[in-house]
């Protein structure tokens, strides 16, 4: 049995989650994520963990294990279905006879939009500015659909160290199609160091974002209300 489990942000953290991870002969994870549920893990427990870049060689040790009889638990930040590892489990997985289960969690844009107000009630983009695994070229023309679709759009992987120019080139077309939309951005969301910030994208400090920050483009109908993002839903209100 293969458990992929979201486990979010530890003050959300779901039932389920913690069921499977409490189970589990062995926890396959993120150095950082097993660090963050140790107070969860028994004392015999088993667990694998490794760095970035390393989720190939964690998905596979957790599939061999499972393959062999082992209940396994892999943890992943936010929902594991959104740039998780579930994919990859069901592919590495693929007819090894491993029961797989997913258990959703509270994915990053849905935490920065209750921090941010109510940005998120329209039709919503996720989007990845991160080309480790997709070329540049597609995440342009993703910001070009966005544009044509005046899409809220929450943007995961927003600045690295190495990649400081994505974020402004996304605001830039973003400002050139639609406008001076209104921006948010959340760093450690229902964690400790939490900051919040809304400004407009001409007022926007890119400098504040970094990997644990979730930028969220507001549509050109999203609206500032008492220091809030909010997009209307559509109701005819009074």
């Given at each position: 049995m293969l458990y992929?489990?979201?486990?979010?942000?530890p003050s959300l953290i779901s039932s389920l989650a913690r069921v499977a991870i409490e189970s589990a002969e062995l926890?396959?994870?993120?150095?950082?994520?097993?660090?963050?549920?140790?107070?969860?893990?028994?004392?015999?427990?088993k667990t694998f963990a490794n760095?970035?870049?390393?989720?190939v060689e964690r998905v596979?040790?957790?599939?061999?294990?499972?393959a062999r009889g082992a209940q396994v638990c892999i943890v992943c930040s936010g929902d594991p279905s959104l740039y998780g590892m579930a994919a990859l489990a069901y592919q590495l997985a693929a007819g090894r006879g491993v029961e797989i289960s997913v258990i959703p969690s509270?994915?990053?844009?849905?935490?920065?939009?209750?921090?941010?107000?109510?940005?998120?009630?329209?039709?919503?983009?996720?989007l990845s500015l991160s080309d480790l695994l997709t070329p540049k070229e597609l995440i342009d023309r993703r910001i070009e659909?966005?544009?044509?679709?005046?899409?809220?759009c929450a943007i995961y992987n927003p600045r690295s160290k190495s990649r400081t120019e994505a974020l402004p080139s996304a605001l830039k077309k973003f400002r050139e199609a639609r406008g001076n939309l209104l921006v948010g951005a959340v760093t450690n969301a229902f964690r400790e160091g939490?900051?919040?910030?809304?400004?407009?994208?001409?007022?926007?400090?890119?400098?504040?974002?970094?990997?644990?920050t979730l930028v969220l483009v507001g549509s050109s109908r999203t609206q500032l209300i008492?220091?809030?993002?909010?997009?209307?839903?559509g109701y005819r209100v009074s």
């Amino acid at each position: 049995m293969l458990y992929i489990v979201g486990i979010g942000f530890p003050s959300l953290i779901s039932s389920l989650a913690r069921v499977a991870i409490e189970s589990a002969e062995l926890v396959v994870g993120y150095t950082p994520y097993i660090e963050e549920i140790a107070p969860i893990l028994r004392s015999n427990q088993k667990t694998f963990a490794n760095g970035m870049r390393g989720e190939v060689e964690r998905v596979t040790y957790a599939v061999d294990e499972a393959a062999r009889g082992a209940q396994v638990c892999i943890v992943c930040s936010g929902d594991p279905s959104l740039y998780g590892m579930a994919a990859l489990a069901y592919q590495l997985a693929a007819g090894r006879g491993v029961e797989i289960s997913v258990i959703p969690s509270v994915t990053a844009a849905m935490a920065a939009s209750a921090k941010l107000g109510a940005p998120i009630t329209d039709d919503l983009v996720i989007l990845s500015l991160s080309d480790l695994l997709t070329p540049k070229e597609l995440i342009d023309r993703r910001i070009e659909a966005v544009n044509i679709g005046d899409f809220v759009c929450a943007i995961y992987n927003p600045r690295s160290k190495s990649r400081t120019e994505a974020l402004p080139s996304a605001l830039k077309k973003f400002r050139e199609a639609r406008g001076n939309l209104l921006v948010g951005a959340v760093t450690n969301a229902f964690r400790e160091g939490e900051s919040v910030t809304i400004a407009t994208i001409d007022t926007f400090d890119v400098s504040i974002v970094d990997m644990f920050t979730l930028v969220l483009v507001g549509s050109s109908r999203t609206q500032l209300i008492d220091g809030k993002m909010v997009t209307p839903r559509g109701y005819r209100v009074s």
